[in-house]
């Protein structure tokens, strides 16, 4: 498993590490309206997965609303920000932020995602961050665990695989 820290602490991170070259793992989370989404409902497009602790953090924040820029100059190209924030303070948050282009998931219910992806942390019932791109087969073609959650991902090598996979 990757190696995180929160708050320069190790944390334990649940689930299984993906892998560039893994098939995508399918999940389930909850869009702002409390309707389940799995990576098959975005299936034929690239998608473009920011994860994050939680949207009401300074960091959280930063990522979310570049990717939301972002997001408006790839095509075929889906951003997905997962948390484990509630669908209602995602939807509240996205409203007050301006953030229209990305589309937030919450990961609260059973953490489907972060067992699939490794990202839940056990300590906290948080997501670590990462960031993953996923192709339009189903294919991971970029990994990112960050190793301190509380720093910034690699937005630009992100960005770049978005823009390359197919």
């Not at 994050?52 to 997905?80: I, M, W, Y």
Request: aromatic share 6%; glycine share 4%; charged share 25%.
């Amino acid at each position: 498993m990757a190696a995180v820290t929160f708050k320069e602490n190790p944390v334990t991170l649940l689930g299984n590490e993906v892998n560039v070259g893994d098939a995508a793992p399918d999940f389930t989370v909850l869009a702002n309206d409390m309707s389940e989404v799995t990576l098959q409902d975005t299936k034929g497009s690239v998608r473009l997965i920011s994860v994050v602790p939680s949207l009401d953090t300074g960091v959280c924040d930063q990522q979310t609303r570049r990717f939301n820029e972002e997001a408006s100059k790839l095509d075929n190209v889906n951003v997905l920000t997962i948390s484990v924030d509630l669908p209602m303070a995602q939807k509240r948050w996205c409203a007050a932020a301006g953030v229209d282009n990305v589309q937030t998931l919450s990961d609260h219910r059973d953490l489907s995602f972060g067992r699939a992806y490794g990202v839940a942390i056990e300590e906290l019932r948080l997501l670590a961050r990462a960031v993953f791109v996923v192709d339009s087969n189903d294919k991971v073609t970029y990994v990112e665990y960050v190793s301190e959650a509380t720093n910034h991902p690699d937005y630009d090598a992100a960005i770049e695989a978005a823009k390359s996979a197919e």
